[in-house]
Nanobody, 117 residues
Framework: QVQLVESGGDLVHTGGSLRLSCAAS????????MTWLRQAPGQELEWIAT????????RYADSVMGRFIISRDNAKNTLNLQMNDLQSRGTGVYFC??????????RGQGTQVTVSE
């Protein structure tokens, strides 16, 4: 059974950092494109970052470029997202998903990140 479980969400002040993790089971993340998504209150899902299978290339949304880093730990079958210099627009529920294109039907339940002034 394929399952994704996010963790690491918290309340953080503007400019702070946070590291999210996503534990995968039922498949190998090393063999899949993996993506982080964000859903702000009242908004649609927003693509944040993707890490490719194979060559491990990474792509980022312009809004997080230079501040967020997506990575994977194959030994732990875990996807990570290091978030630095968080801003208020970073508030939302963060999801990890399998694949690199919508509708990202295979995703976890999400973890809440709140950025306060």
């Amino acid at each position: 059974q394929v399952q994704l479980v996010e963790s690491g969400g918290d309340l953080v002040h503007t400019g702070g950092s946070l590291r999210l993790s996503c534990a995968a089971s039922g498949f190998r993340i090393s063999e899949s494109f993996m993506t982080w998504l964000r859903q702000a209150p009242g908004q649609e899902l927003e693509w944040i970052a993707t890490i490719y299978s194979g060559n491990y290339a990474r792509r980022y949304a312009d809004s997080v470029m230079g501040r967020f880093i997506i990575s994977r730990d194959n030994a732990k079958n875990t996807l990570n997202l290091q978030m630095n210099d968080l801003q208020s627009r970073g508030t939302g529920v963060y999801f990890c998903a399998r694949g690199n294109l919508p509708p990202w039907t295979t995703r976890g339940q999400g973890t809440q990140v709140t950025v306060s002034e």
